[in-house]
């Protein structure tokens, strides 16, 4: 009888043992027990199945730039699609992209070949998959915005959403309604543009970045969702919490809607960090902060 590792590991690059840290922009987590690289959609089928059947958990990453993970050891398998499941596809103005790709190298790619539309998205570090489970966004323009269909593993089954079945909203889309489903690839529409004039917006909206983010440390990006007419990082300064650190964890002094990673942070300070946040904002302005990070094996 084959054993679980040797049942999946013909399936992908498989490895054992990984700390979280190194697969999270915020770097931080405990260790993973196990990481697979599918080696492409039916191994992925394959691999999923596999779990299934040993009742072993697993949670597709893109690149970990959204996630908060526990310190704890996950018992589990980290499924990675970017290493092999990152294939794309010109025809026109018209992309068929998967979900591993990066969606900053898309940016630059659109842009080198005259497309626009994707410029928003060249400071967002996360995959295809990543940004479309978020409807990742900047300068009012989002996933949404641009993706015609995306192609999805559900129930056993590989389908196409169109954009409306994908219920984009803000930071949201059907996908976080349905943890079990995996995007595969997507289609995105873009238009027509000038190279030139498309680079220009991309540098001068990543000096901002520069400028007003603390992109020299470690974090998973804004940390908390803007409320209708109130944005986090303001009222995070009402309280008076901009600079302030737990251990390594600290809430920037650059953008307090980020919590920077000063070198050792743990999970378990950043999270009290939210929690006492999300507390005095509640006490003293009768606001739900929501988060935008998401915590993983807590
Ligand atoms: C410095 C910095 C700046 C950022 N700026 C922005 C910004 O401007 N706008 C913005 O919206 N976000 C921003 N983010 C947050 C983050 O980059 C986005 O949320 C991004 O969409 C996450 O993509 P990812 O591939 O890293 O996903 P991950 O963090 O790996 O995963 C996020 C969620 O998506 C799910 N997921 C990933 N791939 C798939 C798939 N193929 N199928 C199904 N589910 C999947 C995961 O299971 C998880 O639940 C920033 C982050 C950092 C660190």
Redesign the pocket.
């Known amino acids: 009888m084959e054993t679980f590792l040797q049942r999946i590991a013909q399936f992908g690059d498989l490895e054992q043992n990984v700390s979280l840290k190194s697969l999270?922009?915020?770097k931080v987590g405990g260790i993973a027990s196990y990481v697979i690289y599918p080696n492409d959609n039916f191994a992925l089928q394959a691999i999923i199945d596999i779990c299934k059947d040993s009742n072993m958990p697993y949670?597709?990453?893109?690149?970990?730039?959204?996630?908060l993970c526990s310190d704890k050891q996950y018992d589990g398998v980290i499924i990675k699609?970017n290493r092999k499941l990152n294939q794309v596809y010109f025809d026109g103005t018209e992309i068929v992209v998967q979900?591993?790709y990066s969606?900053v190298s898309l940016s630059y790619e659109c842009m080198k070949r005259s497309l626009s539309g994707l410029e928003f998205a060249s400071?967002?570090?996360?995959?295809?998959?990543?940004?479309?489970?978020?409807?990742?966004?900047?300068y009012k323009k989002?996933m949404g915005d641009i993706t015609k269909e995306v192609q999805v593993l559900k129930d056993g089954s590989v389908v196409w959403l169109s954009n409306e079945e994908c219920e984009f909203e803000y930071?949201s889309s059907i996908?976080?309604k349905h943890?079990d489903?995996?995007?595969?690839a997507a289609k995105i529409q873009l238009e027509p543009g000038e190279k030139d004039e498309i680079q220009a917006i991309m540098r001068e909206r990543q000096q901002r970045?520069f400028d007003t983010?603390p992109?020299d440390y470690p974090?998973?990006?804004?940390v908390f969702r803007n409320l209708d007419g109130y944005f986090a990082w303001q009222l995070i300064d009402k309280i008076g919490y901009r600079g302030t650190c737990y251990g390594d964890a600290c809430v920037s002094p650059k953008h307090s809607n980020?919590i920077i990673n000063n070198g050792n942070a743990k999970a378990e300070d950043i999270v009290k960090l939210i929690d006492d946040i999300q507390a005095k904002i509640k006490r003293e302005f009768d606001l739900d902060m929501i988060l935008?990070?998401?915590k993983?094996n807590w």
């Open positions: 999270t922009t915020f949670k597709v990453f893109g690149h970990g730039s959204n996630m699609l979900a591993g969606i400071g967002i570090p996360g995959t295809i998959g990543g940004c479309i489970f978020m409807n990742a966004g900047a989002s930071r996908f976080q943890p489903w995996i995007i595969l970045r983010q992109l974090s998973a990006g804004s980020f935008e990070v998401e993983f």
